[in-house]
């Protein structure tokens, strides 16, 4: 199986910076996509910013700016750097991972999501 760990999530004042990280673990043979989505209360699940495993970016607009994704390949982890963060930026935040992993032999691809982390942006 594979396994998200995430963590770095917190309490933090408007315009203050938190760093997510995510480690994957598991009889992984490689990640395509490694990213980050989000959750507020009461809101869909949307992303905020993803990156393959050769370096190609999404990042939505309500970040652009002020988060910046990175990813470790060999170490099959990923950080999302968060600055000036505001009350909007208040959410559950999920790691995700695209992988394909060995399975009885086989060679199998499936999406995967950390248990999410909590971040808070008080005014």
């Known amino acids: 199986q594979v396994q998200l760990v995430e963590s770095g999530g917190g309490l933090v004042q408007a315009g203050g910076s938190l760093r997510l990280s995510c480690a994957a673990s598991g009889n992984i043979l490689s990640i395509n996509v490694m990213g980050w989505y989000r959750q507020a209360p009461g809101k869909l699940r949307e992303l905020v910013a993803d990156?393959?495993?050769?370096?190609?970016?999404n990042v939505a607009d309500s970040v652009k700016g002020r988060f910046t994704i990175s990813r470790d390949n060999a170490k099959n982890t990923v950080a999302l750097q968060m600055n000036s963060l505001k009350p909007e930026d208040t959410a559950v935040y999920y790691c995700?991972?695209?992988?394909?992993?060995?399975?009885?032999?086989?060679?199998?691809?499936?999406?995967?999501w950390g248990q999410g982390t909590q971040v808070t942006v008080s005014s």
């Open positions: 995700y991972a695209d992988v394909r992993r060995l399975r009885g032999g086989w060679s199998v691809q499936g999406d995967y």
């Open positions: 990156m393959t495993k050769v370096g190609s970016t």
